[in-house]
Structure formats: structure tokens, C-alpha cells
């Protein structure tokens, strides 16, 4: 593979980037910043083969530049940052990185649940003021988790793994799907209508990939919907809810709190969100631990592999 040029958007961890030293010539240094739209112009304009994340924006006119590209592996599951079907009219192939993150991200998202419900953060940047007084019986109270009832918005390879850790909590989970999934023995796992999940969740998280459809699927009327002593969480795309309707539902009390890893406007923030005592925000943390990070990129050199050698990639999309 060393013929061919390789364009990695930024620098990946350790392994990954020796295994791409080892097998390919690289356009430039991968880059410790996000590249500007002509650095990533350029890039594509010389590269066989592209690994691209979450943060660039791949569209026509970046693709219109990629005269000779056969593939661009995303470091990511999602996709939606690239258009994939201008892609496929240029005969590009796009992969993403499925399975090798579920675990890690249902992990995250049980960090977010945890955090908002018992408030793990406020507690802590409380500690760190050195004005805590001491125990108190009505102090900080959060709420339990055991025996409530978990929503989940779309129950594929994420949302099933989010479900299977709520079992721990015996809390029952309400799910929607485009088909019904295979319910492991012993869980109350029930497929239902979105109103229905979203009027009677007293959590909600969502993992729907970002599409037309589901861009501000969770908007004014849905929060509207949901118990006023509901928690929202959010470890899918940050466009899947309206942010300034999210906003509107914390300040009015429409909704008890909320846990996001993603933001509508990445790496912009609604500032009323940073704010706020009931909302736990994080940095996009999703796929973040150094074993899956490590594995995505393995994925994205195996479909790399196939492509220039002239064989379907793995996990092609579109
Ligand atoms: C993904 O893979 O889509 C994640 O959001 C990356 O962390």
C-alpha cells in the first residue's frame, strides 16, 4: 500500500498512526487542530485515501476537489458530516466505524444519567469551592433510578447496549424502533409510539443517527410531552434536538435536567446551558476511551485496505 497517499484530518492515537506510517505515504503531519475548509480542500484534492472525523464538513465542494480519491474511512459511526451521496455520484466509497464503540458510548451515556440524577458534578464543583458545610439530611438530594422507567429513542446497536445496563437498575425501558428488536430473556424491553415513550420515560436518551428525519426530532412539543420530572440525555448528534427549545423546557421547568455529550452547533454551546446547575455537559466524549479510539482506527485502515486493493469495504455506507 505504500504507493498509495493517504489524507489522516488529524492525529490519531499512537498505534493507530504507526500502523498508518507502516502501510501508507501521508499527504501532510495529521494536524492537532480541526483543518480549515482549504487545508481539507487540499488534502482530498491529493489523496488516494481519506480518514476524516465527526468535525469536518465533507461536502461537494471539498469532494469536488478529490480527483483521484477512492475512499474516505470516517472516524466515526455516524456520518452525517459527509455528503454521502455526492460521494457515491464520484465513485468515492464512505465507511464509518460501527460496533467498536457501542459499549464505550452506553457507558457514557449511563455516566450523563448518573451525573444529572444524583448530581455528581454539582457536588463536586461544590467540594471544590471549600464552602461545603458538612453532612446535612436535605442535602443535594437527587432521585432514584431504581424501578424508573428509561425511553429510548431508537434501539439499534447503542440503544439495545444502553438498555441491557439498565437491567442492573431493574428499571424497565421503553423504546422506539423502526422494527421491533429481540428482547434478551427476562427484560421489559416494550416497543411504543414516541408520544408514548415520551410521556411516560422518566429518562430519555437518544440514539438515532442524524438525518433530515430525525434532525429536531426532540423539539418545543416534545419536551412538552415529557413529566416535568423527567431527565433528557443525549449522546447521539447534537441536531437531533432543537437546542433553544431544550433551553426553553430547563428554564420553564418543562423538563428536570438534562445530560449532553453534543451540541447542535458543535463546538459551539448555548450559553444558558453552561449555566446551569440541572444540565451536565460534556466535550463529545462518546467513542473517548483510548481501547476504542484505537479500534475505530483499525477499522477505518481494514476498509482502506479493501477499497485500494479492489474489494468492498466492510462497513460501507450510503
Ligand atoms: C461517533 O462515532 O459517531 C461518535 O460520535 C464519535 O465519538
New binding site residues.
Given amino acids: 500500500m505504500a504507493h498509495f497517499t493517504l489524507y489522516c484530518t488529524r492525529v490519531l492515537p499512537d498505534p493507530v498512526m504507526t500502523a498508518i506510517r507502516a502501510r501508507f505515504a501521508l499527504v501532510h503531519e495529521p494536524l492537532d487542530h480541526p483543518p480549515s475548509r482549504e487545508e481539507l480542500a487540499q488534502g482530498f484534492a491529493q489523496a488516494d485515501a481519506v480518514i476524516s472525523t465527526?468535525a469536518e464538513h465533507v461536502d461537494h465542494t471539498v469532494l469536488a476537489c478529490a480527483s483521484r480519491l477512492k475512499i474516505i474511512a470516517n472516524y466515526?459511526?455516524?456520518y452525517n458530516n459527509i455528503d454521502v451521496v455526492a460521494a457515491g455520484q464520484r465513485g468515492i466509497v464512505v465507511s464509518?466505524?460501527p460496533d467498536v464503540?457501542t459499549d464505550a458510548?452506553a457507558d457514557l451515556t449511563w455516566a450523563l444519567l448518573l451525573a444529572v440524577t444524583r448530581r455528581v458534578v454539582e457536588g463536586d464543583r461544590w467540594l471544590r469551592t471549600g464552602q461545603w458545610p458538612g453532612w446535612a439530611p436535605t442535602q443535594m438530594l437527587g432521585g432514584d433510578l431504581t424501578g424508573k422507567t428509561l425511553g429510548i429513542i431508537g434501539m439499534g446497536r447503542i440503544g439495545q447496549a444502553v438498555a441491557l445496563r439498565a437491567a442492573g437498575f431493574r428499571m424497565p425501558v421503553l423504546y422506539t424502533s423502526r422494527r421491533p428488536v429481540a428482547v434478551p430473556a427476562g427484560l421489559s424491553w416494550t416497543r411504543c409510539s414516541l408520544d408514548e415513550v415520551l410521556t411516560q420515560s422518566d429518562f430519555l436518551s437518544l440514539h438515532v443517527p442524524l438525518t433530515d428525519t430525525t434532525r429536531h426530532l426532540i423539539g418545543a412539543h416534545e419536551l412538552q410531552s415529557m413529566k416535568p420530572t423527567a431527565c433528557l440525555i443525549n449522546t447521539s448528534?447534537g441536531a437531533v434536538i432543537d437546542e433553544t427549545a431544550l433551553v426553553t423546557a430547563l428554564e420553564t421547568g418543562l423538563i428536570a435536567g438534562a445530560g449532553l455529550d453534543?451540541y447542535e452547533h458543535e463546538p459551539a454551546i448555548h450559553a444558558t446551558l453552561t449555566r446551569r446547575a440541572n444540565v451536565v455537559l460534556l466535550p463529545?466524549?462518546?467513542?473517548?476511551t483510548l481501547e476504542t479510539r484505537i479500534r475505530?482506527g483499525m477499522i477505518c485502515l481494514t476498509n482502506i485496505a479493501a477499497v485500494l486493493s479492489g474489494k468492498p469495504a466492510p462497513n460501507r455506507v450510503g
Avoid at 284 to 288: K, M, Q, T, V, Y
Wanted: charged content about 5%; proline content about 0%; aromatic content about 0%.
Fill in positions: 465527526l466515526a459511526v455516524g464509518n466505524t464503540l458510548t448528534r453534543v463529545h466524549l462518546g467513542s473517548a475505530m
